[in-house]
C-alpha cells in the first residue's frame, strides 16, 4: 500500500491516503495487513460509550464523497500479541456501516517499548 488504496463495496469507494507522515514513521518496524473492520474493533478496544456518533457520520459523509482518509494503526507487542496503541475506531465503524468489508491496517511490531525491526 504505498500509494493510495481504493477499496470497493458495491458502487462505493474508500480513498486511503499515502499518510507520509505514518508510513515513514519506523518503516522497518511496520506490517500492513487486511482486516475487517469487526476484527479492527475488537483488538482496538472497542466500547460504544468512548465513540461520537457525530464523528462517525462525518466520516461517513467525507467517505461517501471521495475524500482520502488515513489508514488505521495498532502498535502490538511482538512476543505477547498484546495491543499497546491503537487509533482509527471512528474510521472502522464508519467504513463498517457503510459496508466495507475490509480496510488497510498498520501494525507497528513493538518490543519493550521498542520497535522491532521485522523487514
Do not use: C
Request: positive net charge; aromatic residues 6%; without cysteine.
Amino acid at each position: 500500500m504505498s500509494r493510495a488504496r481504493t477499496i470497493l463495496a458495491g458502487a462505493l469507494k474508500v480513498r486511503w491516503a499515502k499518510a507520509p507522515h505514518l508510513r515513514k514513521f519506523h518503516p522497518e518496524a511496520q506490517v500492513e495487513v487486511l482486516m475487517t473492520p469487526t476484527e479492527f474493533l475488537g483488538k482496538a478496544h472497542y466500547a460504544p460509550s468512548l465513540i461520537s456518533r457525530k464523528s462517525v457520520e462525518r466520516l461517513k459523509d467525507e467517505i461517501e464523497r471521495g475524500k482520502e482518509i488515513e489508514p488505521v494503526f495498532l502498535d502490538i507487542d511482538i512476543d505477547t500479541g498484546k495491543i499497546l496503541n491503537h487509533e482509527g475506531r471512528h474510521r472502522a465503524i464508519a467504513l463498517k456501516e457503510l459496508g466495507i468489508r475490509e480496510l488497510p491496517v498498520i501494525q507497528y511490531m513493538k518490543r519493550k517499548g521498542e520497535f522491532v525491526k521485522v523487514k
